[in-house]
């Protein structure tokens, strides 16, 4: 079955370590996005990329880097600058120039 | 600021009656629209959109109203299912410039909680 296996699903990190997670896709979509969701907010974009070895800033990318290797694959790094990176971050990819996402099942990330 | 809002944080509806769930918008730029649907722990699934070149789009129980000159869209299911419970997701598209960048760069609304009682 094709779709976007994220993980660690559940993620617990100390402050001030940086943490990379896993976002992979066998749909074989071109573009790839990171989302962050907060308790009572919508989604907000981190990061986004159209193709292998390029990507571009979303609305809140401050304290996040991210990788375009291959296609299938688009990790997400949150860095000990991110303020407040307790949130539940989404992965989703689409064909190219398309507003349908296809999400994963998304990973909760729990700063002690 | 919130370009997209929806102001329900949550609804309530029993089953077979309708749901409606309503959604705000103040960027003028906006041309595509959509419905998510998510249960818990999940990630959002794509439910129906509408282009802002039609003001009603259709799929099944589900429809979705767009008002332009009020900047606002409405998802309605008739009827309303005990499964359809859900948080509930609008978001917005604005226009693809030359370089197709804006495609896949959505923003949300804060979502709706829909319950529907059997």
């Known amino acids: 079955d094709g779709g976007i296996t994220q993980s660690p699903k559940y993620l617990f990190r100390k402050e001030g370590q940086n943490v990379t997670l896993s976002c992979e896709q066998n749909?074989?979509?071109?573009?790839m996005y990171w989302y962050r969701q907060d308790p009572g907010q919508g989604l907000r974009l981190i990061y986004y990329?159209?193709?292998?070895?390029?990507?571009q800033k979303g609305d809140i990318a401050e304290g996040y880097s991210v990788s375009r290797e291959k296609k299938e694959s688009f990790p997400l790094t949150v860095t000990s600058a991110q303020k407040n990176p307790t949130a539940f971050y989404l992965c989703?990819?689409?064909?190219?120039?398309?507003?349908?996402?296809?999400f994963g099942a998304g990973s909760r990330l729990t700063v002690l | 600021d919130q370009q997209v809002k929806q102001n329900s944080p949550s609804l309530s509806v029993q089953e077979g009656r309708i749901s409606i769930l309503n959604c705000d918008y103040t960027?003028?730029?906006?041309?595509?629209f959509l419905w998510y649907k998510k249960y818990p722990a999940e990630g959002p699934t794509f439910l129906i959109s509408?282009?802002?070149?039609?003001d009603k789009n259709e799929d099944g129980r589900f429809t979705v109203f767009l008002n332009k000159s009020a900047k606002h869209l409405s998802l309605h299911i008739v009827p309303s299912q005990p499964g359809d419970s859900a948080v509930y997701f609008c978001?917005?598209?604005?226009?693809?410039?030359?370089?197709?960048?804006?495609?896949?760069?959505?923003?949300f609304g804060q979502g709706t909680i829909l319950t529907v009682h059997p």
């Open positions: 989703a990819s689409s064909i190219v120039q398309a507003n349908v996402l296809t």
């Open positions: 749909l074989n979509h071109d573009a």
């Open positions: 990329s159209q193709i292998v070895n390029d990507f």
């Open positions: 960027n003028s730029m906006f041309d595509y």
């Open positions: 509408i282009s802002s070149i039609k």
């Open positions: 978001a917005a598209s604005g226009q693809a410039n030359a370089g197709g960048t804006s495609y896949g760069k959505l923003t």
